[in-house]
């Protein structure tokens, strides 16, 4: 398997994959639930939203990992099972990934503030980075995917951890409708730092759905560096007491087509996408 940093820099675009916790949930994960000790006590499932992805088109998948920092799997009492629900995580995705699949492992925030708005010094963040790296390198990931931060000190810290794996990083983080992240990053200074800490691909994911994405991705993909950009399917939107998102495949696939064009590299879904959504937009950019 060719090196993925070497295809996107050869000018390949990649299509990435689309939710994971929105799937789990649709098979019956509980919003009190820890996603990521599914990987142990339901690993059927988690495979199943893999090969989905798999099928739609998707040459990256993303593990279900998010959450897999001590910090936020204390909340569950699971913090001592890091390498454990991690390694489980990266080994489900390899198993459907074969040969021509990537298997990127997420890493989200620690769900703390740092130092000095909060109480979460940046030694404590790092470790809890690390332990988390080292369980998805030492598990055979083919990179780093630290996703959904919206603090420059907290994925700094996230990416120092990251960089002794020696995999490749990927840098994604969240904004607001104002093109801000909840912290007060524009997406050119996030862009800058990123570059700097000694992230490869740098981008977006989450937040308010394709349209609003559209700017920052510009704005990110002009400083000339690989960029991925994975939007929510929309807002989430309570009908009957379940949430749908209102973006459809197709709009999708037509914003991942103008991300291209901006220059993106690497295109997906985020919160509220699924096999369709990756499928549209696997047919839009592949063609
Ligand atoms: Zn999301």
């Known amino acids: 398997m060719a090196d993925l940093l070497a295809r996107l820099q050869f000018g390949e675009i990649l299509v990435s994959d689309g939710a994971m916790s929105t799937m789990l949930q649709g098979q019956g994960l509980t919003s009190g639930a820890c996603p990521e000790e599914w990987n142990v006590s339901h690993p059927d499932a988690v495979k199943s939203v893999h090969k989905a992805y798999i099928e739609s088109g998707s040459d990256i998948i993303s593990t279900n990992t998010f959450g897999g920092n001590p910090l936020k799997l204390q909340r569950y009492g699971l913090e001592s099972q890091v390498k454990e629900l991690n390694g489980a995580g990266v080994r489900l995705a390899k198993q459907l990934a074969g040969e021509k699949v990537f298997v990127a492992a997420s890493i989200g925030p620690t769900g703390h503030l740092l130092e000095p708005l909060g109480e979460l010094s940046i030694e404590d963040a790092q470790a809890a980075f690390k332990s988390q790296s080292e369980a998805v390198a030492e598990a055979g990931a083919d990179a780093i995917l630290l996703e959904t931060f919206f603090d420059i000190t907290e994925i700094e810290a996230a990416v120092n951890a990251a960089l002794p794996t020696g995999l490749p990083i990927i840098c994604t983080m969240t904004f607001d409708a104002n093109g801000r992240t909840i912290m007060g990053v524009d997406a050119a200074s996030a862009a800058r730092a990123l570059v700097e800490m000694g992230a490869n691909v740098i981008g977006t994911n989450c937040g308010m759905g ?26 989430p939107e309570v009908d009957h007491g379940e949430t749908k998102y209102s973006v459809t495949p197709e709009m999708m696939a037509d914003y991942a087509q103008r991300f291209v064009a901006a220059g993106a590299r690497i295109v997906g879904g985020c919160c509220g996408s699924t096999p369709d959504h990756i499928a549209a937009i696997s047919r839009a950019v592949k063609k």
């Open 210 to 235: 394709p349209e609003a994405m559209l700017p920052i991705v510009e704005t990110m993909a002009a400083s000339g560096v690989l960029v991925m950009a994975q939007p929510n399917a929309g807002l």
